[in-house]
């Protein structure tokens, strides 16, 4: 099958929406089908460039109304079966252009739009309900819409919106195989003290993700004699949430005003290896989303499937899959003193955080990339006519 994703975002670029589409461009190349990964322009890269996730074509060097032109281009030299835009508002820089394309394409072919989240794009000041408008819109005009997590599964099925598939994504990190990884030496050279309860973070620092309520609870845990310190893996901040880097020089204001700042430490963007060897010389990670754990979240899959003893939030809508001290502790968002004692309760237990070790790693088996290739090509099939049914 000749199949194109569209990305406001792939590496180089930092983004878990970029990350998701090259593996997922990855397994379905691996399995013998033509990918096409259309993207934006980053100097340094070639315009279109053979790799092992299809070829890369970066068409636009931003995303606004000429979008449409330059992707009817592609489509009448390379005639893709079908074109999966994966959508997140902030990949776009929240441009509506995208959200009209699914429709204007409508003619040439079935267009597909997965959606990471339902955040809706900047139209014009005080456009207030128009904006969440344009999401049902563009879902409504789709061939077929994929939602990660029921949560937007429910949302978009309520807004009538048919033709929908619920397909979860995977890690984008792929665990490493640490046979000789000695965390003490990790933790040596990277300015940690070896005896240290080292809690780990993954992910850029927005407001969603609950930063603050993360800082205030590393306060709550030194005054109580804790010696923890935070370790905040990956960049901060991404390359294309603008609004990111306000938040971050937010924290990093409350980390000083608690006198924690000395106790956070950042290891800035990693390669895929460092990453796996950071989650090891964790001895927890602690995601509190403000809105709930969700297996929309990126982070989330990456943790589950390095099998680390986690800590996050109560999931907004249940998720009967992931089980409150089985796979993960829960506790309530925006509650720091609640996330300090779960976390101070998995550093003195050794027994509990080896049990949620394991039932990490259990529960991450679920979210492979094969299984997740075949349900998104389960989605396309139906809409791409087979020779023998045009017979």
Known sequence: MRIALLSGEYPPLQGGVGDYTRELARTLTAQGHTLYVLTRFVNGSALVEQTDAGAVHRLVSRWDWQTRRRVEAFLRVHHPEVLNIQYQAAAY?????????????????????????????????????????????????????????????????????????????????????????????????????????????????????????????????????????????????????????????????????????????????????????????????????????????????AALAHGCAIITTTPRVPLPELRHGEHALFVPPDSPTSLADAIQQVLQQPALCAALQQGARQLSARFQWDHIAEMTLRAYQQLVPTPNATR
């Open 93 to 301: 820089h929240l441009h509506p252009a995208i959200n009209l394309l699914p429709k204007a394409l409508a003619r040439r072919l079935p267009v597909v739009v997965t959606f990471h989240d339902l955040r809706t794009p900047y139209l014009f000041p005080k456009a207030g309900v128009l904006r969440w408008k344009s999401i049902v819109f563009m879902a409504k005009s789709a061939a077929a819409c994929i939602t990660t997590n029921i949560e937007d599964y429910e949302t978009l099925q309520a807004e009538g919106v048919e033709r929908l598939h619920l397909i979860p994504i995977g890690s984008n990190i792929t665990p490493a195989a640490l046979s000789h990884f000695d965390p003490i030496a990790w933790r040596r050279a990277h300015g940690l003290p070896e005896s240290a309860a080292v809690i780990g973070y993954f992910g850029f620092l927005n407001e969603s993700k609950g930063g603050e309520s993360l800082i205030r609870a590393l306060a709550v845990l030194r005054a109580r004699g804790v010696e923890a310190h935070l370790l905040h893996i990956g960049g901060q901040v991404g390359d294309s949430d603008p609004t990111n880097a306000a938040y971050a020089a937010r924290l990093e204001q409350l980390a000083a005003a608690l006198e924690v700042s000395p106790f956070i430490h950042r290891t800035g963007f990693l390669e895929p290896r460092a990453v796996s060897e950071a989650f090891a010389a964790c001895d927890c990670v602690a995601l509190p989303y403000r809105d709930g754990a969700s297996f929309r979240r990126g982070t989330l899959m």
